[in-house]
Nanobody
């Protein structure tokens, strides 16, 4: 069993940065892929970014490429999402999720989920 806890959300202005953290407990992230998803009101969760824990390979949704960076800290068993040049359309609840082995872009593939953290970007 993996428990995930996100932190780092908040209210910022357009152009600002935020760093979200996803700390895992119960089991290490070894051999797991971690994804970041976001959910707009009334919408399905959409893929934002993912990182393959072992190889460190990263994947991004096109709209965040060049602005968001996903990374991991093995010693802290934590995954980060650095979000730069934030836009009002990035406003959403952000979730981290974990699945065994291979990273995918489908929320349905992920077994473990955090509680979510709100990111609000004002114009």
């Amino acid at each position: 069993q993996v428990q995930l806890v996100e932190s780092g959300g908040g209210l910022v202005q357009a152009g600002d940065s935020l760093r979200l953290s996803c700390a895992a407990s119960g089991r290490t992230f070894s051999n797991y892929a971690t994804g970041w998803f976001r959910q707009f009101p009334g919408k399905e969760r959409e893929f934002v970014a993912a990182i393959q824990w072992t190889a460190g390979t990263t994947y991004y949704q096109d709209s965040v490429k060049g602005r968001f960076t996903v990374s991991r800290d093995n010693a802290k068993n934590t995954v980060y999402l650095q979000m730069n040049s934030l836009k009002p359309e990035d406003t959403a609840v952000y979730y981290c999720a974990a699945k065994f082995w291979i990273a995918t872009m489908s929320a349905d593939d992920y077994k473990y989920w955090g509680q979510g953290t709100q990111v609000t970007v004002s114009s």
